[in-house]
């Protein structure tokens, strides 16, 4: 029954590209001046990142001793990457799994939770929802780091800092999502559609998974992206939250690599500093290039309109 | 910076169909009911508690006690709260303009179809969007260096004497290239997505009347996306306010130009977890949190008063 019904949902991911491509063919003249500009702009983009590239095969003594940009004598990259991993009894795979773990269970949730909340505000009428819109956005403009502190201490008195959970709960929440999937969710489904799957008998949970989930997938794919990288990239959070090394993700394990340099004995490790950057940005440049049609067409369903 | 969400809305598009009278009920909560529920724990029930903890004050003689407003007016007093929030204010008013106008430029070529290669450069610029602050502040942060750095390596080939970048009197610039480097393309795209959605009819209008490009684009293209630009206005600026992540992790290189005070954001930090001020500590918070919304409401309404 139902699932016969669902349209591809690039239909209406992407309404914007196809008409443009017909606005007078061939009419504006490309230009060289301008695509000269973006590559320098390119180059201000990518430049830190071929550095980060060409120093990750240098050894400890090779980076002081060569030019930061180009090769050392000893080419040391897979040195470097088994040393990153293996590095004090192979902390880093720990901070990688720690790392996936918030991803999977906060990037995930915090999505599931949009898309159930966004699928709501889109398609139904309930009692308090202009309230529940009103305090979200609110919230937004909130600065986060106003909220670090008192959740702190909550999360303390709760017994759930320097646990995973200090970094997982908070993470849960996207206001970002929400707005994009109510938006999305709101373009994407028809409401005849979920009518017809009620009266086909179909009760409300079955109408979600069955009907409006397929027609959602290029705004899932976008929120969840972006609560990836919220996540993947979070810093603030855990360095409040977490005590022991054991638990934490890759941004606040490579910080105090690099800072370890400073305490008195320290191991100075800034090759492994530096490989383990070019480790951490892999993943996801990967899922952001992989994905890039996707996510695009749900961003740009997202954007403003006026 | 902090968490610099991405542009949730100032209007959502114009609301779906308002649904029939009857369909009215609460089978909406089922699916929304978990979103607020950890929302409601992870949002509003800090600020509550921040509000009251700035109420308090844990004394020597008398333990915690409540204060009133004392921490407010302390605040209000305070110098280095005061520098902390002249540091970010100046790094603001000079970084967010260079930053979004770099990006509205971008996005404007990209639209302008004038470009070989397009989408290569689209998903390229954009790419530092997903470098976590922790990494970009490291790469950069080496290459500002003297000692493995480019500006070292600079000075050794060239002779020349190029500035310690992480000296105090240029670690804030160096700081908001970084900022600048990691948010461009994600403003850009911002911009750009709202470009697409112009109608194609109205730049073949304008042809038709004579209309040059840069006409179109002062005349359609930027008035049309004001609300894309008022919104990362509001977002960069929230950002800058909560400026927190560059500067730390830039401190073991940089000890004698960033104090633990340096952004207002810092010196919470500094305040709760080095001090144990946590009453003192949440109530700059708040003041903070105030100042960022006021400002923000400021551009907003700005940004709709040059819209009628």
Redesign the interface.
């Known amino acids: 029954m139902s699932t016969s019904v669902a349209a591809p949902p690039t239909k209406s991911a992407s309404p ?2 196809t ?2 491509k ?3 063919p061939g ?6 001046l ?2 000269g ?2 590559a320098l ?2 180059l ?3 430049a ?2 071929i ?2 590239v060409i ?1 990750s095969t240098k050894t400890q003594a090779g ?2 001793a060569s ?3 180009w090769f050392a004598h000893d080419f040391a990259l897979w040195d470097n990457i088994r040393t990153t991993f293996t590095y004090h009894d192979g902390i880093f795979v720990r901070w990688l799994l720690n790392t996936l773990l918030y991803v999977v269970l906060g990037a995930g949730g915090a999505t599931l ?2 898309v ?2 966004g ?11 202009r309230g ?2 009103a ?3 609110g ?16 999360f303390s008195k709760m017994g759930l800092t320097d646990t995973p959970w200090a970094v997982i ?2 993470s ?2 996207s ?2 999502g ?2 994009l999937m ?2 999305f969710a ?2 994407a489904i028809p ?1 005849e559609l979920l009518e017809a799957a009620r009266m086909d008998g179909a009760n ?1 949970v079955r109408t ?1 998974f069955q009907v409006a989930l397929p027609l959602l997938a290029p705004g899932i794919v976008t929120v969840l992206l ?1 609560t990836t ?2 996540t ?5 959070l855990p ?2 939250m977490l005590k022991d090394p054991d638990w934490y993700p ?3 394990g ?2 105090a690599w ?2 370890q ?2 305490t008195i004995g320290g191991d100075v490790i ?1 090759n492994l ?2 490989t383990g ?1 070019l480790i ?2 892999i993943p ?2 990967a ?3 992989f994905l ?1 049609k996707y996510w ?1 067409s749900g ?2 369903a ?5 | 910076m902090t968490t610099l969400q991405p542009p949730a809305a100032a209007e959502p598009r114009p609301a779906p169909p308002p649904a029939k009278r009857d369909r009215r009920s609460w089978t909406g909560w089922g699916f929304i009911g978990p979103f607020v529920a950890v929302f409601a724990l992870v949002f509003l029930a800090p600020i509550a508690y921040s509000i009251y903890l700035s109420l308090f004050r844990n004394q020597l003689i008398g333990g915690n006690q409540f204060v009133g407003l004392d921490n407010y007016t302390q605040a209000l007093k305070d110098d280095q709260f005061w520098q902390a929030v002249g540091r970010v204010a100046l790094f603001l008013a000079i970084q967010v303009p260079i930053m979004l106008g770099i990006a509205l430029l971008v996005a404007l070529a990209l639209d302008s179809g004038r470009l070989y290669g397009k989408s290569f450069f689209r998903i390229t610029i954009f790419l530092p969007y997903a470098v976590p602050a922790v990494v970009a502040t490291l790469m950069w942060g080496f290459m500002y260096g003297t000692k493995y750095g480019l500006v070292g390596d600079i000075n050794e080939a060239f002779g020349t004497s190029l500035p310690d970048l992480l000296s105090p009197d240029w670690v804030l610039a160096s700081i908001g290239n970084i900022v600048t480097w990691e948010f461009v393309g994600y403003n850009m795209l911002i911009f750009y997505s709202a470009l697409r959605v112009i109608p194609t009819s109205l730049y073949e209008a304008a042809e038709i009347d004579g209309a040059g490009q840069w006409r179109i684009i002062s005349s359609i293209k930027l008035p049309a996306i004001r609300g894309a630009i008022v919104i990362a206005t509001i977002f960069s600026i929230i950002g800058s306010f909560q400026l927190f992540n560059e500067p730390n992790i830039l401190r073991p290189l940089a000890r004698n130009a960033i104090t633990t005070d340096y952004t207002p954001n810092f010196y919470t930090y500094s305040l709760s977890f080095n001090g144990q001020q946590h009453n003192y500590s949440a109530t700059v918070a708040i003041i903070m949190g105030v100042l960022t919304m006021i400002v923000a409401y400021a551009v907003q309404l700005r940004g709709m008063r040059k819209g009628a």
């Open positions: 914007l590209r008409p443009r017909k606005h007078n009419k504006p003249k490309r230009s060289l301008l695509t500009l973006m702009m390119v201000y983009t990518v830190p990142l550095w980060l120093n980076l002081g030019n930061g940009l939770l949009a159930l909340g699928y709501a505000l889109a398609k139904f009428d309930f009692p308090g929802k529940i819109f305090v979200v956005i919230a937004v403009a909130v600065p986060g780091t106003a909220l670090a502190v008192p959740t702190f201490l909550m709960i908070p849960l929440v206001p970002f929400l707005y109510w938006v709101a373009e409401t409300e979600f972006f990288v919220a993947w990239n979070n810093y603030f360095l409040i890759l941004t606040l490579l910080s690099n800072s340099a400073e800034f500093v530096i950057s951490t940005i996801l440049i899922a952001f290039l890039q695009q961003l740009a997202g954007s403003v309109k006026e």
